[in-house]
């Protein structure tokens, strides 16, 4: 049995391909295109589809679109139709400010993009460009799959728990907004008499932990549903000094239920800044306020979550969850004994969710809705690693470069011969296997250096012109990861296992001096851990570093450039390896240098 799963109304556009419960391939419409976020988040965009990254799933699993048994679109009109009472006509606003909502948070727009999402199957058949269309064509006349429409944050919650690392957990996911869920809260259990889920509670619009971030990020002068990440790093240069007005704006109510009160930020705090304007100390101070605010109101929720549902496992998605200073937080508050978060947890992974529930729903289908142990209905996968994207062979990456007419060699070692440009304080471009998915690049598509200099910090973020007050993150041998981290406060761990690099750990003192790169203002680091079974050849690299300087460390981050979506194919590595200052290119089994 062969689903889809599509994400595609709001940003991060992308498809997955699950084949009887197991992930084959998934992917971000951005890394084909080269559009970042694949498209912003606006009504008029919603008819989009993420062609190119259906086009390779359904490529990675030998088949074309007539081949599929099950679509799952990871949004569901019904919701809003029926909240709204609306019938199939609808009547566009040629003149929106004549058209007042009801709700200051409904776009006059709205029924042109659920118009858009109510004909998105005959887009998937229509639609598809001209280059990529031949894996489309039969579907019209061939087609036999059934189509679901599944609810937003069903799918963020599937792509949790369906994935996770575990056969019982409470689940929680925090985001902008869905249809109407911006939160919501969940168990998911599964025993010898079969598997179930259940929706616990949710908390609806215009009340959403993540549009207020948004709210503050576009009010601190950077792009909303893009760049809230940023305000995450700003924050640990500030002081908490507005604690009190954000908590004046999220109320907590009981049972995991809270309110945002709409607020004037510009009459509260002043001006916003314009883009690229200087930062001064308010700024610092409101990222610092806000994010201090986000992380008690999360804990808050999670202890809800955690009397509510008793489970020991709590794992998250939603674009929330990808903040990883909250997501630390949370797991030091000693709720759970353990927090797992879904590595595509934003809009993205909900094509991942969508296409597992839909699976898995039509399996248990299949066995009468009671599995009673039989895998029909059961699990039959957990995620691992995030690499479900393109690769390329050997013979592919040099077939481009002679091509291209460039100078390269091949490398009869490549862990060991790139560990020695590492060692040497250069910065390598780092191009092997299958991409990730997800906007972490996780050493499938990353820029790695030595973190054992203090200025490495500041030579990347001038190579990928970002703003100097952006940390960078280390990959560390998860053997070796609780000797250069710690989980909580300084206090040590038995163990560290963070592959997804989605929750800061802070810098053990005795080593801070060894890895300045990496250990961020306040001493923290958001670390990706690795073993060999999830990258035999990265794990190698790290191998080989740590002979060579004695420290098992490297810095890692996306290999991109400002504004542009990580690379994903060979041209996309070489043509940002030569237009930015990085001193060379392992890609493949070759290795190119300037």
Known sequence: MLTLGINAVFHDSAACVVRDGRVVAAAEEERFTRIKHGKRPLPFTTWELPFHAIDYCLAEAGASLEDVDHVAYSYDPQILLAEQAKDERIALPLQPSAYPTKQSWTSPWEPLALAYIMNAERQLLDGAPHHVRKRFLGARARRHWQWHYVEHHLAHEASAFLAAPFDESAVMTIDGRGELATTTYGQFSQTREGARFERLGEVRMPHSLGLLYEQVTDYLGFLHSSD??????????????????????????ADGQYEIRDVNLAERFGPARSRGAELTRRHFDIARSLQWVLEETAVELASYLRNATGSPNLCM???VALNCVMNARIR????????????????AGTALGAALWADWQARRSAQGGAPSGDPGGARRWQMDHAFWGPSFS????????????????????VALET?????????????????????????????????????????LNEIKDREDFRPVAPVVLEEEASRWFASAAGHEAASIRSPFMLFVYDVAPDKAARIPAVRHVDGTARVQTIDRAQNPLYYDLLKAFQQRTGVPVLVNTSFNTRSEPVVCSPRDAVECFWTSPIDALAIGSFLLEK
Do not use: C, H, T
């Open 228 to 253: 809230e990440y940023k305000v995450m790093a700003l924050a640990s240069y500030g002081s908490p000094l507005y604690v009190s007005e954000f908590r004046e704006m999220v109320r907590l109510g």
């Open 317 to 319: 998605a939603g674009g």
């Open 332 to 347: 030091d508050a000693g709720l759970f004994e353990r927090v797992w978060v879904q590595p595509a947890a934003g809009d």
């Open 394 to 413: 050997d013979e592919e990456i040099e077939a481009f470069l002679k091509r291209s007419r460039l100078k390269y060699r091949r490398m009869e070692n």
């Open 419 to 459: 560990a020695a440009v590492l060692a040497g304080d250069r910065i390598v471009g780092w191009f092997q296997g299958r991409m990730e998915f997800g906007p972490r690049a996780l050493g499938a598509r990353s820029i790695l250096a030595s973190p054992l200099s203090a200025d490495m910090q500041q030579r």
